[in-house]
């Protein structure tokens, strides 16, 4: 393999493969490893990828392992990928393939199996191989720019900024190699990428204390202690400026939000609602929010219609599953109070699911398994209401923990039954308290938009 020139130039020639391995770090403890085998001849380039995280809760093994070939075509566009995400033995399978203007991909997960298809705009890049575009279409310090992004395991589109800052020789394997830092960031995300000339990955770092090095095979896969989920939530804690007591009967608190990129990324409903905002002297602002407990209500007439998309099935949700319809059919019963409906199958998921940190990954394997965190609690409280044929969102943010005192990142559901409703099946609660705050919506652009906001999230509070 000929080794290119960052200024540009063939970057594979003839056929040949590659691998490349990283270990991966979080906090300065070793977690994971990824792994990187590149194969190229003259009628395109595929990469077949592992990513791997190990983590335990109590005495079961919560590892994560993300498996994915991407095809390129000779001109470095994408032409199809197969990803398989699995979670304590759970499996969520994509498989997608460009045609013309679009992405067709299928979903598969227990119970659940669905082709969709999203609009593709040319120039558009997948993230587990855009560094390939950037280095064969050349790059030098000064560079920027940005790039349309397709993220594989959220299916979504977002905008990557990047920005080359200088060269700089690293240490790898006993020998200096020179390398170009790369900036770049989306969604809140950071990070700097140190990429060698044959477009290896030296070193990785994100402004969420993780951290990959290239190693070899043998290092990258010896790992130490596996991280358990409840050191995982004490890193992601956000602990305000006092404690706050009993906080289910907090009905009104204004809570100070900072640093955040913009104000817009903060919403407003019926429980919650901005103050004020100001900029702070580093151009990001800090947001005054007053957050209600959820109001009681007497009354589901006027029932509007909402957006379709709330009573929809999918490969998290499984509203149409016959299991899950059959629960929801005998929760409803006779009763036509939507409300009360609602009410009731909150009740159910919280008397029927043991509160575990385990993540059950769907509806349909909550169901199963009878266990699971409050993902998993939220993900069958809409699979069943939406089944109901309430509409249902999803709503990603925070939550005050008395134990750990400080909010842990959490996950509820909100019913449309004429109005908007927030309730908890985590904490069994029908109107859920003024210490949830919301911060984003949705099944997995939600947990995606919360990185705007984990690790750098400070809060004070005043409560009533």
Sequence with gaps: MAQPLFEGGPLFQGSGEREDWMGTYFQGRKMGFTRAQTSWSPEGIEVDSTVFFQIRSKSMDQSTTINQKTRLGPDFKLRGFSLLQEITGHRQQVEGQVEGNRLVYRIRSRGFDKEKSIEFPPGTLPSSTFLLNLMA??????????????????????????????????????KSVETLAIKQKFSGIETTLWVAGDGSVIKETTNQDFESFKESAEVAQKLDEPLTISSIITMSLVKPDRPIDRPDRVEESIFHLHPIRSPKFVPEDQRQKILKTEQLPNGLYRVTLQVKTEAKRSSSSGLGKPDAKYLEDSAEVQARHPMIRALARELVADSSDVWQVAKDINRWVYRNLAKELVDTVTALDALHERRGECQSHTYLFTALARAAGIPTRIVNGLVYSKEYEGFLYHAWPEVYVGEWRALDPTFGQDLVD??????????????????????????TTTSH
């Design 137 to 174: 279409d050349g790059l030098k310090v000064g560079q920027k720019g940005i790039l349309p992004l397709f993220l594989e395991p959220f299916q979504m589109l977002v905008d990557l900024e990047y920005e080359v800052l200088r060269r700089e020789n690293l240490q790898y394997a006993g």
């Design 434 to 459: 003024a210490t949830h705050i919301k911060l984003t919506e949705g099944t997995q652009e939600g947990p995606f938009r919360l990185m705007e906001f984990v690790g750098k999230l400070k809060i």
